[in-house]
């Protein structure tokens, strides 16, 4: 009987005591003490926006960023290191921790429309490394539109317009294949080349656009359109519009294209107007939004979104102007 309470207590000992240790010894090994903790506050950018909105970091350091928000509900995240807190509600504190791995500059930024000035609500963590102090500035590809020497700044209108919403879904019966590069061309480009080739002669204009309408459909990808659709509506929707008319509410006092064109209309570009968005080339709409409208009220997105965040929400903006009739 002896032996038995024995040998029960050693299997209680094996299988209950020894892994709370470990887990208890883990959790002493991530313990917060070890962190460096810095106060975070977020305000709108009316109330002062981050405070600070740079901070600095060495290398190897744990941070603990506990982020207030004192005026409304915000939310915090630092895209190229993966970081963010979905929600931070006023009056609440939230945490969270990461060790910085990488020397660089990390902008960070607010996710929730929290008012019209939101987009400026934007701040930079900067890791450095005390034993190098001033690293080589890495080097980048130039963008497309660099490389492709494009004006973003000039209007772009269409030489061809489709009289009806070209749709991908009435192409499919046809299966017409198209060679042209999407990305360089504009799609009005697209059309008047298609027009030229001979083997199109026989189908109509409106054909001829639904079979643009397709490929583009089909080069995104509808995987892609619909993370796109995600991040417009996070990032896009309350200047460009819901429906991308470009009346959103938070643009309706921007300056827009009459900044630099003083005939031309104020607020927002309307993603509807097939006259400018069918003279564009994706590789133009990439660089209006990496760089920003320098003027217009056109935020950059540059330092915020990869390569495909930017190509994902161009391809969901041409569901605007062409029907993929997605469901
Ligand atoms: C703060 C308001 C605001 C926000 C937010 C905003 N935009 Fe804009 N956008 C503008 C203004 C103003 C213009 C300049 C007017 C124009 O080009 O017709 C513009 C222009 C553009 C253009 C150029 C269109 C053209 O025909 O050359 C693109 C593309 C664009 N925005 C995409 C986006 C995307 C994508 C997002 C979200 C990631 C976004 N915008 C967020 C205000 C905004
Ligand atoms: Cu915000």
Redesign the pocket.
């Known amino acids: 009987m002896k032996r038995e309470l024995f040998a029960l207590i050693i299997v209680i000992l094996i299988l209950v005591v020894f892994p709370a240790s470990l887990f208890a010894y883990q959790a002493w090994l991530t313990s917060p003490s070890d962190a460096r903790v810095i106060a975070l506050v977020a305000n709108a950018p009316g109330n002062g926006g981050w405070q600070p909105d740079a901070i600095r970091v060495k290398l190897g350091e744990r941070v603990r960023l506990r982020i207030a928000a004192p005026d409304v509900v915000h939310a915090f995240e630092i895209p190229a290191l993966g970081i963010k807190v979905d929600e931070i509600l006023p009056g609440h504190v939230e945490e969270v921790e990461f060790t910085a791995t990488q020397v660089g500059r990390f902008p960070f930024a607010c996710t929730r429309w929290c008012s019209a000035d939101h987009?400026r609500m934007r701040g930079v963590i900067e890791v450095f490394d005390p034993a190098n102090p001033n690293p080589p500035l890495p080097t980048y590809a130039p963008p497309l539109f660099q490389q492709l020497k494009l004006d973003i700044d000039a209007m772009?209108p269409a030489q061809n317009i489709p009289t009806q919403r070209p749709s991908a879904a009435r192409e499919a019966l046809l299966n017409l294949t198209i060679s042209e590069d999407l990305r360089l061309n504009s799609p009005s480009e697209v059309f008047a080349r298609l027009r030229a080739n001979a083997s199109f002669g026989a189908y109509p204009d409106s054909d001829v656009w639904d079979a643009i309408a397709f490929a583009y459909r089909r080069a995104a990808g509808d995987e892609a359109i619909a993370r796109g659709q995600a991040?417009?509506a996070r990032?896009?929707a309350?200047?460009?519009g819901e429906q991308g008319k470009g009346n959103g509410p938070?643009?309706v006092k921007?300056p827009?294209?009459s900044f630099m064109h003083p005939t031309m209309k104020r607020?927002?570009?309307d993603f509807t107007d097939a006259s400018?968005?069918l003279g564009?080339s994706d590789a133009?709409?990439q660089g209006?939004?990496l760089r920003g409208?320098m003027g217009?009220?056109?935020?950059e997105?540059g330092s915020l979104y990869t390569e495909r965040e930017m190509w994902d929400?161009i391809s969901f903006?041409r569901t605007v102007v062409f029907d993929y009739e997605l469901r």
């Open positions: 987009w772009h991040l417009y990032d896009c309350a200047c460009h938070a643009g921007l827009g294209l607020g927002p570009a400018q968005m564009a133009l709409l209006k939004i409208g217009t009220g056109m935020p997105w929400v903006i």
